[in-house]
């Protein structure tokens, strides 16, 4: 199975900063049709997964523009440009190339 | 606008079958691939399989005991998880995978949450 690993696993900011969630997948993410399927979700507390990325970089209608989404191959970041107090919650990779697997999940909270 | 809502026991006797049933209203459930993802209590999503026009794919490590099948006429599909443990106890939700991307889930339910106890 491949393996998906974040890091950090809790993540600690301030208001207004910003806060990079690294993900790393043990093979290539790279599908035989040339695409990476790498989405990312926010699950805030007592609620269900919402997608924020999907295809490594691209953004839901409707998710602000502090999130973004980067990387490729078995490397994939996402960043918050400015944390906000609606973006406590924890986040998740996933990768949907070879069956679907999560990674563990980061935390984020407010300091 | 879509909206998915699973339904079915919440507790469950060890050995036993879980079974659940998500309803998608707002909207058709032909053409889109269906899954279910489980949460086990304070851990990470696990994705179970998924249904596609009555096609099915599940992952391996639940592929000897589960069932996803789809009734289009009530626009709902069902889970199916047979000789449970313990180790099944988990919020188990329906969700609907975005066009064109695998995995990428847009639309989910709200989760149900299924105890395996005796």
């Known amino acids: 199975d491949v393996v998906l690993t974040q890091s950090p696993l809790s993540l600690p900011v301030t208001l207004g900063q910003p806060a990079s969630i690294s993900c790393r997948s043990t093979?290539?993410?790279?599908?035989?049709?040339?695409?990476?399927?790498l989405t990312w979700f926010q699950q805030r507390p007592g609620q269900s997964p919402r997608r924020l990325i999907y295809?490594?970089?691209n953004r839901d209608s409707g998710v602000p523009d502090r999130f973004s989404g980067s990387g490729s191959g078995t490397d994939f970041t996402l960043k918050i440009s400015r944390v906000e107090a609606e973006d406590v919650g924890v986040y998740y990779c996933?990768?949907?190339?070879?069956?679907?697997?999560f990674g563990q999940g980061t935390k984020l909270e407010i300091k | 606008q879509v909206q998915l809502q699973e339904s079915g026991p919440g507790l469950v006797k060890p050995s036993e079958t879980l079974s659940l049933i998500c309803t998608v209203s707002?909207?058709?459930?032909?053409?889109?691939?269906w899954s279910w993802i489980r949460q086990p209590p304070g851990k990470s999503l696990e994705w179970i399989g998924y249904?596609?026009?009555?096609?099915?794919t599940y992952f391996p490590s639940f592929k000897s005991r589960v069932t996803i099948s789809v009734d289009t006429s009530k626009n709902q599909f069902s889970l199916r998880l047979s000789s449970v443990t313990a180790a099944d106890t988990a919020v188990y939700y329906c969700?609907?995978?975005?066009?064109?991307?695998?995995?990428?889930?847009?639309?989910w339910g709200q989760g149900t949450m299924v105890t395996v106890s005796s």
């Open positions: 996933m990768q949907g190339t070879h069956w679907y697997t």
């Open positions: 093979q290539s993410l790279v599908f035989r049709d040339g695409n990476t399927y």
């Open positions: 295809k490594v970089s």
């Open positions: 707002g909207g058709s459930i032909k053409g889109y691939f």
């Open positions: 969700a609907r995978e975005g066009g064109g991307s695998f995995g990428a889930y847009d639309m």
């Open positions: 249904i596609y026009d009555s096609g099915t």
